[in-house]
């Protein structure tokens, strides 16, 4: 950020007065612009015994496979936000069952959020975003091709609580070594 | 959003190639600038029968008592968020035990995380943005004077959680009728 986005003129990076970290500042008109993490959301879409994934057809890791999930949006609920990726990812309809896993990504101002659910019919494909789309059983998945660690700890939870019919909802903080 | 923050033009609303939602784009550097709902992070302290409210020095809801929350910054993690928060408005240092409630609330663009947690010790008291820190038992707590629903969302769950002695995350939609 270089330009204040209320009144065009050059912000300073500064802390405010009673804040205790930078802030970028505008002292023309006193707005003070917060940067805050986003929130990835997504689902794990399972139909019978084989789970969803799509091939990704953009960057980054174009070509690698991931569950769909993308930003969520101002005015959606995560529920909302997990749905529409799904819709737009993998052409998807899902019977959400429940909130399964937050990873922190504090490296990258993020928070990734997964919804288990089910496929309700057999009817999808890729969307723009996606190359291709497929149901694969634990054996079948390319787990050296997924696309982001947050994928591979949410399919190994999966496939690890579906032995015991039991998903208890996962938090973990995926913190990258500097 | 009026002006671009790269390079000080003026933005314009409208629906970018490729995408189906409106958004401030600039024409002079191509830069689209996305709005995604914030999170509020914060805990809900415990200390043996009683929990901890701050009662708030600072607009919205001036005078009224809240749980220990604020809007998660960029490089922490959302339990880091929980514990900032609840040491800067309580000086309240907490043993998180795991998330509790979330809450989404898309007409203000916010996703509330509360953590559930136990104070380390009974030296604790108002920070900047508040007038009060104290504990209160389940029939002490001044239900008419909460600041916000999900404080009083999370409390009720609580109580109620605390006779079965088991404590299930709650995910919740605060849906406001227009």
């Not at 707005?31 to 953009?58: F, M, S």
């Not at 991931?66 to 005015?75: D, I, Q, S, V």
């Amino acid at each position: 950020m270089k330009y204040c986005a209320n009144c065009g003129n050059p912000v300073a990076l500064r802390v405010p007065e009673g804040d205790d970290r930078q802030r970028h500042v505008c002292d023309h008109c006193d707005t003070v612009h917060y940067q805050n993490p986003r929130i990835i959301t997504g689902c794990l879409p399972v139909y019978e015994d084989r789970v969803l994934l799509c091939k990704r057809a953009i960057e980054p890791r174009y070509g690698l496979w991931t569950l769909p999930a993308g930003f969520m949006e101002n005015g959606e609920t995560t529920e909302q936000g997990a749905l529409r990726e799904s819709w737009e990812e993998a052409r998807a309809t899902i019977d959400i069952s429940g909130l399964y896993t937050l990873f922190n990504l504090p490296q990258i101002n993020q928070v990734y959020l997964f919804y288990r659910g089910h496929l309700t019919n057999l009817d999808f494909g890729p969307g723009l975003e996606s190359l291709e789309v497929e149901l694969f059983t634990e054996q079948q998945i390319p787990w050296d091709e997924l696309a982001f660690p947050v994928v591979n700890k949410t399919l190994t939870h999966y496939f690890s609580d579906r032995r015991e019919n039991h998903y208890p909802i996962r938090s973990e903080d995926l913190i990258r070594r500097r």
